[in-house]
Structures are given as structure tokens and as C-alpha cells.
């Protein structure tokens, strides 16, 4: 069965403060790999896909990076607009996207 | 907008009653997932149709069922409702690279 642990569970930052989010998966067969952002009382909105160990891709302050068992989601310089749960998600094989309990992200002016 | 369509975006509801969520998916997607959103299980699959069929279910309970329809359309229908059925209902349509599109999503009190 597929799983996603996403880590920490809530991360505070300070305007600026770079940090990293965690994605640990265990797949049989990895298709792909998705980073959604959430903001409260909203539908996941889509931020990347990533296939393979090695890839990267980024938008704006957003980095995301995969390994054969982790992806990280990297913000550089945050800014309270940048608050949100991000979500993580594999896909494999046939079956729907799995996804982790998400990491809330604060980031104070 | 995402261009998956949710409606009612707020419903309130007694134990015991049956409701009917609707989803349009985004326009030439034919699948068209099911979600529930609570608090401390996060995003769990529940059924999955592609164009009127039925493709995969996940932990989806017997008191719930669902329904695509030829206009691609897809209802989740509750039933017997119980407050721990209180959640954030979202439908998704598939794309390509995109994964999911996701719609804003029900919320569902059951009181």
C-alpha cells in the first residue's frame, strides 16, 4: 500500500527565514509525484509534478526537489502570502493520488 | 477558478438524513475522483469514475455511493448521515501533467 508521511505537521517562519518541507513516500512503482498548496476552506491548488530521482523543478520562492524515497518542497525568503498547507502526493501504477496529511506553514511579517 | 464546479458549497444536515453533492469536472476531463477532507485524516480517497464507469474505490462506506452521467457530471450521494461524517467533500477531474484539478470543495455539518 502506498504511503506519504509529510514533516513537520506545522512549521512557523519569519518573513525571509528559508526552510525546507518534507516528503517521505513508499510507492511500488512511482509515476509521480505532486506538490499542491491549500489555503483554508479552499480546494488544493497545484504547485508541481516530479517523475524522477534527480528532478527539479521551481516557481517564484518554491523549489521542489525528489529522491527515490523523499521529495522536499524548498521556500527561500517566504512572505506571509506564502502561509498555507502543502500537500504531497504520489501517484502509482493505477490507483488514485495518495496523499500525506500536508505541512501548515505560517510565515510571520 | 479551477474549472471544476462544486455545489452546495456549505450544508448543514440532522443525523439520519441523505444528501447529494454534485461535481462537474473541468471541461474534456473524463475522470472525475472523490475526496474527504477532515481534520485529522487529511485527504482520503473515496471513489474514482472515468467517463460513466466505475474505475476505483477506496475506503468509501456503504452508506455512500456515486454516480457519473453522460453529460460527465459525477453526484456523491450520503446516506444515513452521522456527525463523524462531517467533512470537507472535494471532487477532482484528471489532467495531464497537472495531476488533479480540484473543485473549492463541500462543507458538510451534520449536527
Known amino acids: 500500500e502506498d504511503q506519504v508521511t509529510q514533516s513537520p505537521e506545522a512549521l512557523r517562519l519569519q518573513e525571509g527565514e528559508s526552510s525546507s518541507l518534507n516528503c517521505s513516500y513508499t510507492v511500488s512503482g512511482l509515476r509521480g509525484l505532486f506538490w499542491y498548496r491549500q489555503d483554508p476552506g479552499k480546494g488544493p491548488e497545484f504547485l508541481f509534478t516530479l517523475y524522477s530521482a534527480g528532478e527539479e523543478k521551481e516557481k517564484e520562492r518554491l523549489k521542489a526537489t525528489l529522491t527515490k524515497k523523499e521529495s522536499f518542497l524548498h521556500i527561500t525568503a517566504p512572505k506571509p502570502e506564502d502561509s498555507a498547507t502543502y500537500l504531497c502526493a504520489v501517484h502509482s501504477g493505477n490507483t488514485p493520488l495518495v496523499f500525506g496529511k500536508g505541512t501548515r506553514l505560517s510565515v510571520i511579517a | 477558478d479551477s474549472g471544476v464546479t462544486q455545489t452546495p458549497k456549505h450544508l448543514i444536515t440532522a443525523t439520519g438524513q441523505r444528501v447529494t453533492l454534485r461535481c462537474s469536472p473541468r471541461s474534456g476531463d473524463l475522470s472525475v475522483y472523490w475526496y474527504q477532507q477532515s481534520l485529522d485524516q487529511g485527504l482520503q480517497f473515496l471513489i474514482q469514475?472515468?467517463?460513466?464507469?466505475?474505475?476505483a474505490k477506496g475506503n468509501i462506506l456503504e452508506r455512500f455511493s456515486a454516480q457519473q452521467f453522460p453529460d460527465l457530471h459525477s453526484e456523491l450521494n450520503l446516506s444515513s448521515l452521522e456527525l463523524g461524517d462531517s467533512a470537507l467533500y472535494f471532487c477532482?477531474?484528471?489532467?495531464?501533467?497537472?495531476?488533479?484539478?480540484f473543485g473549492s470543495g463541500t462543507r458538510l455539518t451534520v449536527v
Open positions: 477532482a477531474s484528471s489532467g495531464q501533467e497537472h495531476g488533479y484539478t
Open positions: 469514475y472515468y467517463n460513466g464507469e466505475e474505475r
